[in-house]
């Protein structure tokens, strides 16, 4: 008996040193993690997780870098988007000591846009991301956070932000700050006036947004990122023509909008410029005769729908419409270039006709009729790209929408191949699901809610049978 209290004690001794050692270690390794923020990402898209190239970027940060969100951080609720933004801006944080996180309510501290963005350059608001470096400002847009998208799989939401901020960083903490020029000098709708909303979502992208005189200017100047030539109504002189074209063979890029023109005016130096793309303007207004490609009652203003190409990538039919008020259309010339990639990005139906306003130029043009076209040049010393739409006026302030928004921005990126663009790809915020029938969901819970259950119990009197006699 003696022999048997002596074992029982034994074990039950070991069993409860072994379980206070292990609660010991427990605490201990929580205490690590809880002092060390370790935590582990087990999202399949890893969406709480900052990608290698953020990482790899801002560990080399040499200047400091603030980073504003416009919102009330202590109201995020799990689950939230915001929420996952919040991870990763702690994330910025800890991967350098170059970046501070600040969080603002700017309806507890309104000044805080004022203090940031004294000049009010920038369009601002609640919820917005901010990435700011000495004088240099950049805006991440709550609409920016994430992208919805229709999909055969139903709705899909991806999140887009950390592409953003990083690119942003990399933007504020670079020497050199990307501007986009807008020439004047030809009667042009400047970007100050008609097409203010185009100026403010180009420096909302970080860029500075400065008027271009070919009068006056020597060159296109060095840091010159894009041209927007709106809406010309005069001809470019000789001396304006070949500043252009030299630009150009220094790999520029231009993004052309004209209006149809009234009767007798000409633009050949930009005829000249737009050949050596293969391409010419026609000087027509276009009429569409197809009454489901235009406005009702107005079949000046086109409906125009975007076709899938290499600058737009694939577009569903229908997608996505735009409203092209008063075009012109726009010839591809039938002559073959080395290194020249010509795409059209949308056109007319059959029906359409380009009415020649001077009817001294011909006959009118049977469609279909190109109305916005792209090219790109790669056999020069650089590459160089072009755009031209056959319409200005869709640009302007009373007219531009969301979707001409979104198709400006998209052909921007084309234009540009934007350099700082990080290329970090958005991650789905979609919860991968499996989909089982009624029969296997009822087996997998009996499986679950019983067996699994009887089997533990079975185990442990089998265990508890063996060792009662120990």
């Known amino acids: 008996m003696t022999n048997k209290n002596s074992k029982s004690f034994k074990y039950g001794a070991a069993a409860l040193l072994t379980a206070v050692i292990v609660i010991a270690i427990a605490i201990i390794v929580n205490l ?16 709480y997780s900052l990608n290698k190239t953020s990482v790899d970027f801002v560990q080399k940060l040499t200047k400091d870098v603030t980073i504003y969100g416009l919102y009330d951080n202590t109201k995020i609720e799990s689950g939230d988007t915001y929420a996952i933004v919040n991870e990763l801006l702690k994330q910025y944080k800890n991967a350098s000591p170059k970046i501070a996180i600040k969080y603002v ?53 991806s999140l887009l932000v950390e592409n953003y901020i990083t690119t942003a960083i990399k933007r504020v903490s670079s020497d050199k700050t990307p501007t986009i020029y807008y020439t004047t000098g030809h009667n042009e709708n400047l970007l100050v006036e008609e097409f203010n909303q185009i100026r403010i979502a180009v420096e909302g992208g970080g860029y500075y947004t400065k008027a271009l005189n070919l009068q006056t200017e020597p060159k296109v100047p060095d840091d010159c990122e894009l041209i927007f030539v709106m809406a010309p109504k005069s001809d470019l002189s000789t001396d304006e023509a070949k500043k252009v074209t030299d630009y150009l063979d220094r790999g520029g890029k231009i993004f ?26 026609n000087y027509d207004k276009v009429k569409e005769g197809d009454k489901n490609r235009y406005v009702s009652g107005d079949a000046n203003n086109l409906l125009v729908f975007l076709e899938s190409n290499a600058i737009l990538g694939e577009i569903p039919a229908g997608q996505y419409a735009i409203n092209m008020p008063n075009s012109r ?7 073959v270039k080395e290194g020249l990639e010509i795409v059209s990005l949308a056109k007319t139906s059959e029906q359409a006709v380009g009415m020649q306003i001077d009817k001294s130029k011909g006959k009118d043009i049977n469609g279909p009729l190109d109305v916005v076209v792209a090219a790109e040049y790669t056999g020069g010393m650089q590459d160089s790209r072009i755009m031209v739409w056959g319409n200005a006026s869709m640009f302007k302030d009373q007219y531009i929408n969301q979707n001409t928004y979104q198709i400006l921005a998209v052909c921007m990126g084309w234009l540009i191949q934007n350099k700082d663009d990080m290329g970090i790809p958005p991650k789905s915020l979609n919860l991968e699901t499996i989909t089982i029938s009624q029969t296997n969901a009822n087996i997998t819970g009996i499986i679950l809610v019983g067996a699994i259950p009887l089997l533990i119990f079975g185990l442990g009197t089998f265990v508890w049978l063996r060792r009662r006699h120990l």
């Open 256 to 281: 052309f909008a004209f209006d149809p023109v009234v009767p007798n005016q000409n633009l050949p130096a930009f005829d000249k410029i737009l050949g050596q793309y293969n391409f010419s303007l």
């Open 329 to 335: 259309s726009i010839n591809i010339l039938k002559t």
């Open 32 to 47: 690590i993690v809880i002092r060390l923020d370790i935590q582990w990402d087990l999202t399949t898209n890893k969406i």
């Open 105 to 157: 309510d700017v309806d507890k501290d309104p000044g805080i846009i004022n203090q940031l963005d004294p000049q009010k350059t920038k369009t601002i608001a609640k919820g917005d991301i901010l990435v700011s470096s000495g004088k240099k400002l950049d805006v991440i847009p709550a609409a920016s956070i994430t992208y919805s998208q229709s999909t055969q799989m139903g709705q899909d939401t």
